[in-house]
């Protein structure tokens, strides 16, 4: 199974106000889990990747940042946030050995 | 740097007809991975096809092909027999290697009934 759970589905929220984004995944073990946001209207861009526990590239500076406690759970958080920050975040899997990505339903942020 | 450049923001295409979307990319790379995913209303990201820049051979799933022209850096997408459940955002990425995916900006496709 490829399964990828992310919770909140949607979430509004005030500016100034912290964030923490949910992301779970089932099956094989020791996947390479990815952090996208898309703003309305544009592409995907990468903000973090982890290949292991604790283990947590960052793409792009901003406001956020990312967790990985345990070896399926991916969390994506922000103390403050900006209205910049409303998009849609989507959760990624990469299996082990498989030079692709599944994504999971998304959670739609929006900031007021 | 990769870069991925799909040049056509929207189509439409009347029910069981043909259509192809184009995307471009950049890269000094030999060896590297293209996909295509599409986001329905829904937002859900679905694999559509991908191409492993090694093979000449062009990726066919069903209804969906690519035409891969690796010199001209080209990989286009062709559905044929269009569908109303084919309505949805059209992502081309590239994929150098495992950490490194880049998408381009997406194509919006309308299939008319």
């Known amino acids: 199974s490829q399964t990828i759970h992310q919770w909140p589905a949607t979430l509004v929220q005030p500016v100034g106000s912290p964030l923490s984004l949910e992301c779970t995944v089932e099956?094989?073990?020791?996947?390479?889990l990815y952090w996208y946001r898309q703003a309305a209207g544009r592409g995907l861009q990468l903000l973090f990747y982890?290949?292991?526990?604790?283990?947590i590239s960052s793409e792009v500076p901003q406001n956020l940042s990312a967790s990985r406690p345990q070896d399926r759970q991916f969390i994506l958080s922000s103390k403050k946030l900006l209205l910049s920050d409303s998009g849609f975040y989507l959760c990624a899997r990469e299996p082990s050995g498989r030079d692709e990505q599944f994504f999971g339903p998304g959670t739609r942020l929006t900031v007021l | 740097a990769q870069t991925v450049t799909q040049s056509q923001p929207e189509m439409s295409v009347q029910e069981a007809e043909t259509v192809t979307l184009s995307c471009t990319y950049d890269t000094s790379e030999s060896n590297y991975y293209l996909f295509w995913y599409k986001q329905p209303p829904s937002r859900q990201m679905i694999l559509v096809i991908r191409?492993?820049?090694?093979?000449?051979q062009n990726a066919t799933e069903n209804r969906f092909s690519v035409n891969f022209q690796k010199a001209a850096k080209s990989f286009s997408l062709k559905i044929s027999d269009s569908q109303l459940g084919d309505t949805a955002m059209y992502f081309c990425a590239f994929m150098k290697r495992r950490n490194q995916f880049y998408f381009g900006t997406g194509t919006s496709l309308t299939v008319i009934p």
């Open positions: 191409q492993e820049a090694y093979k000449q």
């Open positions: 982890s290949v292991g526990i604790g283990q």
């Open positions: 099956g094989t073990s020791n996947p390479n």
